[in-house]
């Protein structure tokens, strides 16, 4: 399984992005997409999941409201649509994707993991 995206940038006060992650290659008939993300000098932190169904969606508390995991699945694409960035978002984000329908937010369960690409919400 590959995981390809097309990346973030550089970002505004009170801008979006959108992140871009496809998978390829033998993945389960269901299974669940995630990001993550990791600040300079900081762990990485789950962000947000979604399962197999449009409604099975999981946010962290710091993201809730303003970032936005659509996933279409006919094309094995999920996205992270971030708006009213704030400058504690910059941090390099990864995409990851389990070999499990169930959504969730611990990363040791994800089983393939994309290039990480960086997200800088400008002063």
């Known amino acids: 399984v590959q995981l390809q995206g097309v990346w973030g940038g550089l970002v505004q006060a009170g801008g979006s992005l959108r992140l871009s992650c496809a998978a390829s290659?033998?993945?389960?008939?269901?299974?669940?997409m995630g990001w993550f993300r990791q600040a300079p000098g900081m762990e990485r932190e789950f962000v947000a999941a979604?399962?197999?169904?449009?409604?099975?969606?999981y946010y962290a508390d710091s993201v809730k409201g303003r970032f936005t995991i659509p996933r279409d699945y006919a094309k094995n694409t999920m996205y992270l649509q971030m708006n009213s960035l704030e400058p504690e978002d910059t941090a390099v984000y990864h995409c990851a994707l389990a070999l499990s329908s169930i959504t969730t937010g611990i990363a040791a369960r994800y089983n393939y993991w994309g290039q990480g690409t960086q997200v800088t919400r400008l002063q």
């Open positions: 979604i399962g197999w169904g449009m409604s099975n969606t």
């Open positions: 290659g033998r993945t389960s008939s269901r299974y669940s």
